[in-house]
C-alpha cells in the first residue's frame, strides 16, 4: 500500500503546484466534452421534439432505435468515425484522424442518444393539458411544443448534464480517433491508460482525482440547476 500512498502524495503535489501537463490535459478535457455536449444538445433536444410532438409510421421504433443507442459501445463508435476519417475513408481529405475534432465527432455520437432519449421521457411526463391549453389559447403546434419543453426544462437541464457525464470520462472513442498524442489530443481519461501502463501512478492518481471532481462538479450542478432531481 505504501507506493499509492506515495502515489497520492505526489498527486496532491502535482495538483496543488499547477502542474502544466496535468491542466494543460484538464483544459482540453473540458474543451472536447462541453463541444460535444453543445452539439450533442442541439441535434438531441429537436429530434425528442419531434419524436414527442410528431406523427408518421414507424416512430415507436425510431424511438426505440434511440434508446438502444444510450448503450452504444464506445470502441464501436470509435471504429466507425476512425472507418470514415481515416486516408482510405469517405471524409479521410478533411484529415481529421487523430485531432480533437475526431474525438469531439465520436463523443457527439455518444452523448446525442442520451440527451435524445432522456428528452423524450422528460416530455412524454408533461402533463397532456399544457400542450392542449396553448393550443386552446391560440398557440401553433409549434408553440405548444415549445411551451411542453419549457414545461420540462429542468429534465432537459438533466438531460444535458447526463450527455455530459457520459463523455467526460469517455476513453474508448478518443483513444482510437484521438491517438493519444501528447499536448495535442489527450484527453484525462487516455491519459490516465496511459499513465497506468507505464507504471507513473502519481501523474495517473492525480488526473484521476481530477476527473472525479468534474463528476462531482456535474452532480453539484445538476442539484443547483434541477431542483427536483
Do not use: C, H
Not at 61 to 74: E, F, G, H, R, Y
Not at 131 to 146: P, Y
Not at 147 to 176: D, P, Q, T
Amino acid at each position: 500500500m505504501d507506493y499509492l500512498w506515495e502515489g497520492l502524495v505526489q498527486a496532491g503535489i502535482l495538483i496543488i503546484t499547477f502542474n502544466p501537463e496535468v491542466y494543460q490535459i484538464t483544459w482540453l478535457t473540458l474543451q472536447i466534452s462541453l463541444g460535444a455536449t453543445l452539439l450533442a444538445s442541439a441535434a438531441g433536444i429537436p429530434l425528442a421534439v419531434l419524436l414527442t410532438e410528431g406523427s408518421f409510421p414507424g416512430k415507436e421504433s425510431v424511438i426505440t432505435l434511440v434508446n438502444t443507442l444510450m448503450a452504444l459501445p464506445t470502441v464501436v463508435v470509435g471504429l466507425s468515425v476512425f472507418a470514415f476519417l481515416s486516408r482510405q475513408g469517405p471524409l479521410g481529405r478533411l484529415d481529421l484522424l487523430f485531432t480533437p475534432t475526431a474525438i469531439v465527432i465520436g463523443e457527439f455520437i455518444l452523448a446525442t442518444p442520451i440527451v435524445a432519449a432522456l428528452t423524450i421521457a422528460a416530455l412524454r411526463g408533461v402533463d397532456p393539458r399544457v400542450r392542449e391549453t396553448a393550443l386552446t389559447l391560440g398557440a401553433s403546434r409549434s408553440g405548444a411544443a415549445r411551451r411542453v419543453v419549457l414545461e420540462a426544462r429542468y429534465a432537459v437541464v438533466a438531460a444535458i448534464l447526463a450527455g455530459f457525464a457520459r463523455v467526460v470520462a469517455e476513453v474508448g472513442s478518443a483513444l482510437i480517433v484521438g491517438g493519444n498524442i501528447r499536448r495535442y489530443s489527450r484527453t484525462l481519461a487516455t491519459a490516465i491508460a496511459l499513465e497506468t501502463g507505464k507504471g507513473e501512478f502519481a501523474f495517473a492518481i492525480a488526473l484521476g482525482l481530477i476527473l472525479i471532481l468534474l463528476s462531482l462538479m456535474t452532480n453539484i450542478s445538476l442539484r443547483v440547476l434541477v431542483p427536483k432531481a
